[in-house]
């Protein structure tokens, strides 16, 4: 009987996968969190509007910063893992010269929408919490259109985040600094089944 010693997906490995991924199917896109290789969602049209919503709103809120979309991030250290968040809000030269997996030093946020699937749950609310807690990121926003809820996650301590403010669809929200944004959460009553 042989063993299999447990191997982990070196960086240049799984970028290698994800370029391929991406040139067998267009809507294909890979990450690699907690150990595991996974298959990001392909946004449907409310996800898409939220993302519009969010990003105005950031806009407004000063100048300097963007909201990425689809802008893949290295977390983990530990696992050398790689996500793509729905967006993450950064000074707007963050990702300049970085390609396609970025160093997240600069990010003050990222962003999740759940999509309707199956594993919705295991990577928006309990892998991807973690990665970025991990790799503290200041603020992890979670639109829930399962629960219609807002998430809040911030005070990184490199295992979790030590807050998470939950209020459902229709209430306010503050996106504490360094994001420092009054969120007004009822129009995301009109992007969800």
């Not at 040139?23 to 290789?37: C, P």
Request: aromatic share 8%.
């Amino acid at each position: 009987m042989s063993v299999v010693e447990d191997r982990v997906l070196t960086q240049d490995v799984f970028e290698e996968l994800a370029r391929c991924a991406i040139r067998a199917e267009e809507a294909l896109r890979l990450e690699f969190v907690n150990g595991k290789l996974g298959v990001k969602a392909v946004p449907d049209g409310d996800h898409g509007r939220i993302i519009v919503w969010l990003t105005q709103i950031c806009m407004q809120s000063g100048p300097g910063r963007w909201l990425f979309g689809e802008q893949g991030i290295r977390v983990e250290s530990y696992r050398r893992g790689n996500a793509r968040p729905d967006a993450v809000l950064a000074p707007i030269d963050t990702f300049v010269g970085q390609g396609e997996w970025a160093s997240p030093d600069d990010v003050l946020m990222v962003v999740e929408v759940t999509s309707y699937d199956e594993d919705t749950d295991r990577r928006d609310r309990v892998e991807k919490p973690r990665a970025y807690a991990e790799t503290g990121i200041p603020v992890y926003l979670l639109i829930d259109r399962d629960s219609c809820e807002v998430k809040v996650h911030s005070g990184p301590d490199g295992v979790r985040y030590e807050q998470v403010v939950t209020v459902p669809f229709g209430k306010t929200v503050t996106l504490p600094d360094p994001v420092g944004i009054e969120l007004d959460t009822e129009p995301l009553k009109s992007w969800v089944r």
